[in-house]
């Protein structure tokens, strides 16, 4: 029976090394929360927002624009308040920014 190379391995992408600046952000999210709440909700909103961004489009600049002084206080508690949480979106390709930027 003759096997396709994607029937081998369905995801290639699984066989790729994490990235260690990702890892040591992930590692420090997740060891640093005092609270197992706090860190869920926290993966959840970084999650929303990744998904956001992938699904609008790498080239979308403001999508992957995080604005850390966001007067969002669902925003403010995922990412600001979360050690490692602003390191963790920098290492998948979000941008970080001071203030309200309309470009």
Known sequence: TKKS???ENPHPNLLTPIDPTFD???TTLVTASES???L???LRIMR???NNAVTGGQTDEKK???RISNPNKH???AIN?????IELMLSTGFLIGEKDEDN
């Open 40 to 42: 869920s909700k926290s």
């Open 5 to 7: 190379n994607t029937s």
């Open 48 to 50: 929303k927002l990744i």
């Open 24 to 26: 040591v952000a992930f």
């Open 81 to 85: 308040e979360q050690d490692g949480a």
């Open 36 to 38: 197992p709440a706090e």
């Open 75 to 77: 925003i403010q508690a």
């Open 64 to 66: 992957r624009l995080v």
